[in-house]
């Protein structure tokens, strides 16, 4: 009980002090309504007892509605929801109304016979009367429209707008290592087709690779042969680094040999 009282002096000060400023007029506004005009005490056992059967009954109730403006203001600047904010100002605005009449009608049955100042004019004194007497309006109505100003200015503050912030998501691409097809390699070779040339310079360097959508490295390349000697069909020299299926040393011998079959195809 006392937390919970302490919370609400802390954070909602100014509607405590508000109610509880009200709640004097209101407890006279109900006990007079409901138990008639408040009992006079002289002193006597008697008029205490009648003064406080008229005056508790009144007290409660004025009680209930302060207790309940200040939880309204409570959770009203708490919410969240739209429809909960506005279902809780409608019962806190009611209330509020609530007091301010119960302010009025004390008011209205205590309110003096004043006069204006002697440094006044009687032609001012005569135009200011009706803002005089509209007093019994607007006094009654400060208490209850202030808390009304602040309860709503302090929900919209404790309000948070949340906004929906796009958020940006990084990947890794890891692309496939390519490793040689072949290595530096003196003895190695190109070779296309069965097509007999000059004779095939070493490479000295990497081929190129062909690159697809798959990013797999291709390398055409054919390795020498060096596991015995071959002569040549024709001339019947060595052939120096021969291929597994050279036959000829030269291009020379190649034709020397075609036209030799060719004659013997003839005769």
Known sequence: MMKTLSHIISNHIFIFATSLAMLVHS????????????????????????????????????????????????????ATVRSQKVTLGITFVTLALAGYYLQWFHLAHHIPALDFGPGLSLEMQSSLKGVKDIAIFVVPALLPLSTILYTLSSGDSNTETVTDTPQLSTFDINFPKLE????????????VGDLDTEPYQPV????????????????????????????????????????HN????????????????NQEAGE
């Not at 040689?180 to 003895?187: E, L, Q, S, V």
Request: aromatic fraction near 8%.
């Open 27 to 78: 407890t006279w506004t109900f006990g007079t309504l409901f138990s008639g005009k408040q009992p006079i005490i002289d002193g006597t056992i008697e008029q205490w007892i009648s003064y406080l059967l008229w005056v508790t009954p009144a007290l409660l109730v004025a009680l209930a509605i302060d207790i309940g403006q200040i939880q309204t203001s409570v959770k009203l600047s708490n």
């Open 180 to 191: 040689p097809a072949i290595g530096k390699d003196d003895t190695q070779h190109f070779h």
């Open 204 to 243: 000295t360097s990497q081929p190129s690779r062909i690159m697809d959508t798959q990013a797999v490295a291709m390398t055409l390349v054919v390795t020498a042969n060096d596991s015995g000697q071959i002569h040549c069909e024709d001339c019947g020299k060595p052939i120096t680094n021969a291929r």
């Open 246 to 261: 050279q036959k000829f040393c030269n291009a020379g011998c190649r034709q020397s040999s075609y036209r030799k079959r």
